[in-house]
C-alpha cells in the first residue's frame, strides 16, 4: 500500500492551498485516513485526521477553524483543504492511513500503519 501525496506549494499568508492523499491499492479501506506535519526543527505533530468509523474529523488546536479534512470513498483519497495559511504552518505534511486505530490513539503517530512520502508546503509573510 503507498500513499500518494500532492498539492504542496509556496504561498503567502492569507492564501489557501489544498493537499490530497490517494491510497494506491483499490483493496485496501483505512480506518482512519489524515494528515501530520513537521516543521523545520521541530518534533513531527498531528494535523487533521478523518476517520471512517463514524465518519468523524479530528484537528489539533493549531488548524482547527482554517483546516478542513474531507474523504472521498469511491477515489479512497482524503483531502486538507487549508485556508487562512499562516507561517506557522510551514512544514512538510504526511499523509498517513490506519488499518484501524482506537480513539484514544488517534492524535499518536505510532498509530498510523502507512506513511506518504511528504509534501512541502511554505508559507510567506
Known amino acids: 500500500v503507498q500513499l500518494q501525496a500532492c498539492g504542496g506549494g509556496l504561498v503567502q499568508a492569507g492564501d489557501s492551498l489544498s493537499l490530497s492523499c490517494a491510497v494506491s491499492d483499490s483493496t485496501f479501506r483505512p480506518n482512519a485516513m489524515g494528515w501530520f506535519r513537521q516543521a523545520p526543527g521541530k518534533a513531527r505533530e498531528f494535523a487533521a485526521v478523518?476517520?471512517?468509523?463514524?465518519?468523524?474529523?479530528y484537528y489539533s488546536d493549531s488548524v482547527k477553524g482554517r483546516f478542513t479534512i474531507s474523504r472521498d470513498r469511491a477515489e479512497n483519497t482524503v483531502y486538507l483543504q487549508m485556508e487562512s495559511l499562516k507561517p506557522g504552518d510551514t512544514a512538510v505534511y504526511f499523509c498517513v492511513a490506519a488499518r484501524g486505530v482506537i480513539l484514544s490513539n488517534i492524535y499518536n503517530d505510532r498509530a498510523y500503519d502507512y506513511w506518504g512520502q511528504g509534501t512541502l508546503v511554505t508559507v510567506s509573510s
Open positions: 478523518f476517520r471512517v468509523n463514524g465518519g468523524r474529523t
